[in-house]
């Protein structure tokens, strides 16, 4: 059963860091690409990055470039997304997702999504 497990967010003050951590079980993590997406109250679930399977290449909204980066650990099944600068729009629930890349990003791999971990930026 394909299960993401996502951790590491938090409150913080705007300008700081955090580093989320996704963990992912059920299939093989190695051969599908990842990403990181988010939800604010009220609005749609939207893609924050992604990621090839190697690593290799990326993609990120607009409203993250320069701030956001996201990289994995196959070896460890995880993935993670650094963000920095960060400000009071990116306050939501972070969600990790396998995903679908044939020469560009295409959408999520599974139906299935994980609790989410909650990011508030204060201003």
């Known amino acids: 059963q394909v299960q993401f497990v996502e951790s590491g967010g938090g409150l913080v003050q705007a300008g700081g860091s955090l580093r989320l951590s996704c963990l992912a079980s059920g299939f093989t993590f190695g051969t599908y690409a990842m990403s990181w997406y988010r939800q604010a109250p009220g609005e749609e679930r939207e893609l924050v990055a992604a990621?090839?399977?190697?690593?290799?290449?990326?993609t990120y909204a607009d409203s993250v470039k320069g701030r956001f980066t996201i990289s994995r650990d196959n070896a460890k099944n995880t993935v993670y997304l650094q963000m920095n600068s960060l400000k009071p729009e990116d306050t939501a629930v972070y969600y990790c997702?396998?995903?679908?890349?044939?020469?560009?990003?295409?959408?999520?791999?599974?139906?299935?999504w994980g609790q989410g971990t909650q990011v508030t930026v204060s201003s």
């Open positions: 997702s396998a995903a679908t890349w044939v020469v560009h990003y295409v959408g999520p791999a599974f139906g299935s």
């Open positions: 990621i090839t399977h190697l690593g290799d290449s990326t």
